[in-house]
């Protein structure tokens, strides 16, 4: 079970999940953010975060797996023993949606007139699972599908159809207007 977290003072427990608001925060303030969320939860000061070939981002040593997400003005941190993927995004009217950039399948799926929500709903999930890959959109979101069955993501691709590893989609808690998803 994840603790989710909507504060950086709470006890840093693992595994964990955070969504915390860093206003205007520069990249260099997120990633000491997300670095001392990691040597609180572990009790080792000595973790560093840095970036894998992929650009995935990990802790040096032998440091827990992370995941990392920002928008307009919001930090999404994921800590596990475990490969985890994070996203978050920021609820907006967007018309006409990017549906070409999802699998026939989900344009299905979501109907002749989705809402921004519904959209940004399944686009959460899709970035979750290709940072949980550890291989970012380097995996076109058009060539696989992830459909949205509960507390599940089933993801189907050229090589047929397969629940995630931990078979878990957690939708975070998250301020108007923002959706954050978890997979693990």
Not at 17 to 46: F, N, Q, Y
Not at 53 to 61: A, D, I
Not at 166 to 171: A, C, G, N, Y
Request: aromatic share 6%; net charge neutral.
């Amino acid at each position: 079970m994840i603790g989710w977290h909507r504060s950086a003072c709470e006890p840093a427990r693992l595994p964990g999940a955070w969504v915390l608001d860093i206003g205007s925060a520069e990249r260099a303030a997120r990633r000491a953010i997300a670095e001392d969320l990691a040597r609180r939860a572990t009790g080792r000061a000595g973790l560093v975060l840095a970036h894998d070939g992929n650009g995935r981002p990990t802790l040096e040593g032998s440091g827990p797996c992370i995941s990392m997400a920002s928008s307009a003005g919001l930090l999404a941190v994921a800590l596990t023993g475990f490969p985890i993927g994070i996203d978050i995004e920021r609820i907006a009217d967007v018309d006409p949606l990017p549906l070409a950039v999802l699998h026939p399948d989900e344009v299905a799926w979501l109907g002749p007139a989705p809402t921004s929500v519904q959209f940004l709903s399944l686009w959460t999930a899709k970035e979750a699972f290709v940072k949980l890959k550890g291989r970012g959109f380097r995996i076109p979101p058009e060539t696989f599908a992830v459909r949205l069955d509960g507390d599940n993501a089933i993801v189907r691709h050229a090589g047929g159809e397969a629940r995630l590893g931990r078979e878990t989609l957690v939708r975070m808690e998250t301020p108007a207007p923002f959706v954050a998803t978890c997979i693990y």
